[in-house]
Antibody, heavy 119, light 108 residues
Framework: EVQLVDSGGGLVQPGGSLRLSCAAS????????MNWVRQAPGKGLEWVSC????????YYADSVKGRFTISRDNAKNSLYLQMNSLRDGDTAVYYC????????????WGQGTLVTVSS | EILMTQSPATLSVSPGERATLSCRAS??????LAWYQQKPGQAPRLLIY???TRATGIPARFSGSGSGTEFTLTISSLQSEDFAVYYC??????????FGGGTKVEIK
């Protein structure tokens, strides 16, 4: 079964840090570009970051550039998102999402992990 | 950045009726357009990619059309499980990858 399992969310104070993880199974993880997409409570979907299959190239939304770092470990079939200098506006469910190639759609999606930034 | 605009924001439809959802791109995205369905408390699910190709396991009542800047998702006969929020996404020109604001299909 193709599956992405997100973890690592929780409550953190403004200015704090959190590391999200995503475990992949059921497909050849190392051949997929991987993304993080977030959804603030009651809002729409916002793309956050992408890392290419080899890990050689990364992209970020302007809203998180300089604060978030995406990485992957193909040997462990895992994706990560290191989030620093967190703000109230970063509160959202974060989804790990696979992308077959650079100009491709998103499938599958993880179940999401909730990050709440609040004092 | 390519802006994706979905309309209407909310669509009230009776079960068995046809639903037509629209998505407009601020510039051409050729056919690099996907549709996703999201139910409350769940992750989005891929419905359509390449503007008109159904993803694996998606019922034939879902169809996509369009190219360039104008796209449509049609649900031919709404079933109870189809009431959800639908998002379009372009993957032609990025970063950033962009989504529409969503259309909520609710029971009339």
């Amino acid at each position: 079964e193709v599956q992405l399992v997100d973890s690592g969310g929780g409550l953190v104070q403004p200015g704090g840090s959190l590391r999200l993880s995503c475990a992949a199974s059921g497909f050849t993880f190392s051949t997929y570009d991987m993304n993080w997409v977030r959804q603030a409570p009651g809002k729409g979907l916002e793309w956050v970051s992408c890392i290419t299959s080899s890990g050689s190239t990364v992209y970020y939304a302007d809203s998180v550039k300089g604060r978030f770092t995406i990485s992957r470990d193909n040997a462990k079939n895992s994706l990560y998102l290191q989030m620093n200098s967190l703000r109230d506006g970063d509160t959202a469910v974060y989804y790990c999402v696979a992308q077959r190639g650079t100009y491709s759609w998103f499938d599958p999606w993880g179940q999401g992990t909730l990050v709440t930034v609040s004092s | 950045e390519i802006l994706m605009t979905q309309s209407p924001a909310t669509l009230s439809v009776s079960p068995g009726e046809r639903a037509t959802l629209s998505c407009r791109a601020s510039q051409s995205v050729t056919s690099s357009l996907a549709w996703y369905q999201q139910k409350p408390g769940q992750a989005p699910r891929l419905l359509i990619y390449g503007a008109s190709t159904r993803a694996t396991g998606i019922p034939a009542r879902f169809s996509g059309s369009g190219s360039g800047t104008e796209f449509t998702l049609t649900i031919s006969s709404l079933q109870s499980e189809d009431f959800a929020v639908y998002y379009c996404q372009q993957y032609d020109n990025w970063p950033p990858l962009t989504f529409g604001g969503g259309t909520k299909v609710e029971i009339k």
